[in-house]
Every structure is written in structure tokens, then in C-alpha cells.
């Protein structure tokens, strides 16, 4: 079956260690994009890419980093200067065009040690 | 720049009775609009989507929503609760042109009650 795959389900993260969240997907999708979702503030979107190499900031991209060298992976590192990482991670995927809708995958909860 | 609200952060219904899910976006030029339902622990699926054409839209699980451009609105609705229903819905919107993503907004958490 096609979809998007995140690891690990569970994270943690001691105080000044760089992380790195895993997002795959064998959809074929062109676009992809992490979301940070807190309790009552619905998702935030940190980075996301349309296209193999290129990518763009979101609203909150401060402290976070990601790549795209293959179109199935979207790599997401949480850096050390993240100061408020704990939060449930969510990574998305579309096929061209933005009437697509958006194919989540089941997410990754990081905490701090 | 579009944005959502949605109104309501926890709804409350009695199994059986309608539910209502109210969404307003603004949006500078015609926009897409999406509803998406969210179980504990798991990612987004989507219920229902407008893009062009008929404003009446269904959904999966007897959900449906009605694009009324009068009034910004984008309400999420269902005949008859059912137990399955307790989840986290959201509501997002994307413009029908141009590069930006979608925006979401920040959730109706729906309780069904026995």
C-alpha cells in the first residue's frame, strides 16, 4: 500500500542535541511539508518542498532544518536552537496541483529529557 | 494572505443529534477549502473538498459542507452523531492561484455523549 511513513513514533531529545525525523513517502508526490501541531494551535507549517532540492520556509522554520536530495524523503532535524521542541510532528504529501489534497502520516511526538 | 477560523474549540452533542462545525476563512480571491478529521495519536485524513463547482460537497462517514462565498463560510455538518465521530476536525483553506500552502486552522475538538 502507498503512503507516508514517519519514524520513530517517539522521540527524545536532551538539552543541545540536534534530532532528525524521518518522512518517506512511495506516492509519488511531488510537494511535501512538516507541520508542528500543539494543543489548541492547529498545525503550523515549519518547511516544505515542491519540487527535489528547493525548498521554503514556513511559519516557523526558526530552529528547525530539513533537505530533499530524493523526491520520496523529507528529512526533518530539530536543531539545538529549537528551545521549545516538545510538540507532535506531522509530515504531508501531494501530487501536483493545489486543488491535491494533502496525505498525512501518523506523526512523531518528541520530547526533552 | 488567507486565514481560518474556526469557531468553537471543543463541541459537545448528543449521540444521534446533528452536528454542526462552523468555518470561516478570508481569502482575497476564490479559494480551495478542506476539511480534515483527526483521531488521537494519528495524522489528518481528509473528510470532503471544494475546489470549483457544486458548493453543496460530501464526504466520507455522511459529512458534508457548503461553500457560501455571501457569507466566507465553509460549515461542516453530519444528520446524525455517531460514537466514531469524537475526533479533532479541521478546517483549511489554500488560494486557487498562485504558490501559497494551506493554512489551517486551529481545530473543533467534537465529543459525542451517549
Known amino acids: 500500500d502507498g503512503g507516508i511513513t514517519q519514524s520513530p513514533k517517539y522521540l527524545f531529545r536532551k538539552e543541545g542535541q540536534n534530532v532528525t525525523l524521518s518522512c518517506e513517502q512511495n506516492?509519488?508526490?511531488?510537494?511535501m511539508y512538516w507541520y508542528r501541531q500543539d494543543p489548541g494551535q492547529g498545525l503550523r507549517l515549519i518547511y516544505y518542498?515542491?519540487?527535489?532540492?528547493?525548498?521554503q520556509k514556513g511559519d516557523i522554520a526558526e530552529g528547525y532544518s530539513v533537505s530533499r536530495e530524493k523526491k520520496e524523503s523529507f528529512p526533518l532535524t530539530v536543531t539545538s536552537a529549537q528551545k521549545n521542541p516538545t510538540a507532535f510532528y506531522l509530515c504531508?504529501?501531494?501530487?501536483?496541483?493545489?486543488?491535491?489534497?494533502?496525505?498525512f502520516g501518523d506523526g512523531t511526538r518528541l520530547s526533552i529529557l | 494572505a488567507q486565514s481560518v477560523t474556526q469557531l468553537g474549540s471543543h463541541v459537545s452533542v448528543s449521540e444521534g443529534a446533528l452536528v454542526l462545525l462552523r468555518c470561516n476563512y478570508s481569502?482575497?480571491?476564490?479559494?480551495?477549502l478542506f476539511w480534515y478529521v483527526q483521531y488521537p495519536n494519528q495524522g489528518l485524513q481528509l473528510l470532503l473538498k471544494?475546489?470549483?463547482?457544486?458548493?453543496l460537497v460530501k464526504g466520507i462517514n455522511g459529512f458534508e459542507a457548503e461553500f457560501k462565498k455571501s457569507e466566507t463560510s465553509f460549515h461542516l455538518t453530519k444528520p446524525s452523531a455517531h460514537m466514531s465521530d469524537a475526533a479533532e476536525y479541521f478546517c483549511?483553506?489554500?488560494?486557487?492561484?498562485?504558490?501559497?500552502?494551506?493554512?489551517f486552522g486551529k481545530g473543533t475538538r467534537l465529543s459525542v455523549i451517549a
Open positions: 504531508a504529501s501531494h501530487s501536483r496541483g493545489k486543488h491535491q489534497p494533502q496525505h
Open positions: 506516492l509519488n508526490h511531488d510537494a
Open positions: 518542498s515542491q519540487i527535489v532540492n528547493d525548498f
Open positions: 481569502s482575497s480571491v476564490p479559494p480551495y
Open positions: 471544494y475546489t470549483t463547482g457544486a458548493t
Open positions: 483549511a483553506v489554500t488560494l486557487a492561484s498562485g504558490n501559497t500552502p494551506l493554512v
